[in-house]
């Protein structure tokens, strides 16, 4: 997967009982476990979901922007308080490939969509 393309993670789900405003957690971590990105719905417009007998739930990393290296996908699902974990899994291991960035000591954790711009002298 290239860095400035989008990832798609999905998470299938299913219930005994309707779940009321449930949080749904991902978190893209790296192999060393290093947590690289982390989006919840709770903190996202239009998420006031009930899940009902089964479905499923995805979120669009668009682009990924994570720099080269060997990652997974954590989901987590928790009630409406956030405070009872009620389900969880993980992707398998995926690859990234980000910028040759391989003569920098640190590269750091993502690769940031950026705007450059100089003004002054060209000489």
């Known amino acids: 997967l290239q860095h400035d393309r989008p990832l798609r993670v999905r998470a299938r789900y299913r219930v005994r009982e309707p779940l009321a405003d449930p ?13 690289c990105a ?37 989901v987590r699902i928790a009630d409406s308080s956030d405070t009872v974990l009620l389900a969880s899994g993980q992707s398998s291991h995926f ?21 450059w711009s100089h003004t002054g002298n060209r000489n």
């Open 23 to 35: 949080i749904v957690k991902v978190r893209l971590v790296r192999s060393d476990g290093a947590v």
């Open 38 to 74: 982390l989006t919840a719905s709770h903190h996202m417009p239009d998420t006031g979901w009930v899940f009902s007998d089964q479905g499923e739930v995805t979120v669009v990393f668009d682009p990924i922007q994570l720099t080269s290296g060997s990652y997974t996908a954590e």
């Open 95 to 115: 690859q990234v490939q980000g910028p040759a960035l391989l003569h920098e000591p640190d590269q750091g954790a993502f690769v940031p969509n950026t705007v």
